[in-house]
């Protein structure tokens, strides 16, 4: 144990579950090449990549975490640009109500598919989603697998690109989506055993955040995201301190996607996010 203290954890990882390239077991086997003391597959509204995991078994050199990220719909109180993500660790993968609460967001994200892509084939791109599908082999598929064949087929230069100029909200193919509200995320989180937590809080705007943390603390949130590849030095503070004042878990990852986001690695983001294991063993104690 006093080795495991000493190495880094990643508790923010995507698999081809959902929009990442690597599979649970590829995965896996980096997370114990990498040597990290814990891990945890945080797949989009789906807990498939760590039911393979678990069914698979899990070696004693590895900590492992089950997760999910499920994408909400912010408080109706807040107009923040941006998306909200709320992580939820140790839940039970079984539980009937979470399972049938992701099928719906799963839905919604694949009803959604083929309105993107008429959208697209009306700007001129020939494109259809049964291709998308059959290239990129995602359990689930939706803006990133569209992004990723744009790029192969030439249409775009990067994944970025895709997203500025024509998936990104308010861009040409962007179509909404239902979400489930927060306070409805973070209950199916604690109702099936987990720790729900703010995900890269960041990514929200960053006036009223503390308002923000403030409301979902109220609604049962129990944790909040601080290492982060996209944050910064004074970010991880900030969002520490507030951790501390409102008594939530501090977490961490590198939302990791493999070669879908090149510049960010496993444990170590960018190659300078260090997260340390002690928080995994709080989480321990919270569960």
Known sequence: MEYKKRVGI????????????????EILSLAQELHLGAFA??????????????????????????????STGLPLSFAFSGSL?????????Y????????????????????????????????????EVIRETGNM??????????????????????????????GRPGYIDKYRIDCAGAIKIILDAGGLPVLAHPSFVNKTGIEDLVIA???MGLKGI??????????????????????????TGGTDFHGSLKPDIQMGSGKGNLFIPYDLYEKILDFL
């Open 95 to 130: 539980n009937i109500d979470l399972n049938r609460a992701l099928a719906k967001q799963r839905k919604a994200r694949k009803d959604r598919n083929p309105g993107i892509i008429a959208n697209l084939n009306d700007l001129g791109f020939d494109l259809t989603l049964e």
């Open 10 to 25: 990643d508790l923010h990882i995507h698999s081809t579950a959902s929009d990442g390239m690597l599979t649970p077991s």
């Open 85 to 93: 993500h709320i992580l939820g660790y140790g839940i039970d993968i």
């Open 41 to 70: 597959i945080t797949d989009h509204d789906t807990i498939e990549g760590s039911k393979e995991i678990i069914e698979a078994g899990i070696p004693s050199s590895v900590n492992f975490l089950t997760g999910v990220e499920i």
């Open 216 to 218: 979902l603390v109220n």
């Open 225 to 250: 995201e601080a290492y982060y590849p996209g944050h910064s030095i004074s970010q991880t503070r900030k969002y520490t301190e507030l951790a501390g004042h409102y008594d939530l878990i501090v």
């Open 140 to 169: 689930q598929t939706g803006r990133p697998q569209i992004a990723q064949m744009m790029l192969a087929k030439g249409f775009v230069k990067t994944i970025d690109e895709a997203f500025d100029k024509y998936l990104a909200k």
